[in-house]
């Protein structure tokens, strides 16, 4: 099964830069669509950015401008550039791998999280 381990989850200070990286195990990267989620506590679990095999990276308006998703499809990596970090970006972040829609076999897999927190 594939698996996802996350790191670059840090303390910062409002205004810094912090870069996140999932790798994938157990398949190849270039075939799933990406994704990063982040969730604080008593919120919703938030959709942070999209990268799909097909189109390019799109944001949530929190974060556009400021964050940047990229591949690395020959390491099966993914990594998320984050710079003017607010304290509203305090939260666990999660990286998230699925199949595209027309894949024989469909199947979602999630990392363990890796914790943000940004201070005032």
């Known amino acids: 099964q594939v698996q996802l381990v996350e790191s670059g989850g840090d303390l910062v200070q409002p205004g810094g830069s912090l870069k996140l990286s999932c790798t994938l195990s157990?398949?190849?990267?270039?075939?799933?669509?990406m994704a990063w989620y982040r969730q604080s506590p008593g919120k919703q679990r938030e959709l942070v950015a999209t990268?799909?095999?097909?189109?390019?990276?799109t944001y949530a308006a929190a974060v556009k401008g400021r964050f940047i998703m990229s591949r690395d499809n020959a390491n099966d990596a993914v990594h998320l550039q984050m710079n003017s970090l607010k304290p509203d970006d305090t939260a666990v972040y999660y990286c998230?791998?699925?199949?595209?829609?027309?894949?024989?076999?469909?199947?979602?897999?999630w990392g363990q999280g890796t914790q943000v927190t940004v201070s005032s």
């Open positions: 990268y799909t095999r097909s189109a390019a990276p």
């Open positions: 998230h791998a699925s199949t595209p829609p027309w894949a024989v076999q469909q199947y979602e897999a």
């Open positions: 157990g398949g190849v990267l270039s075939f799933h669509d």
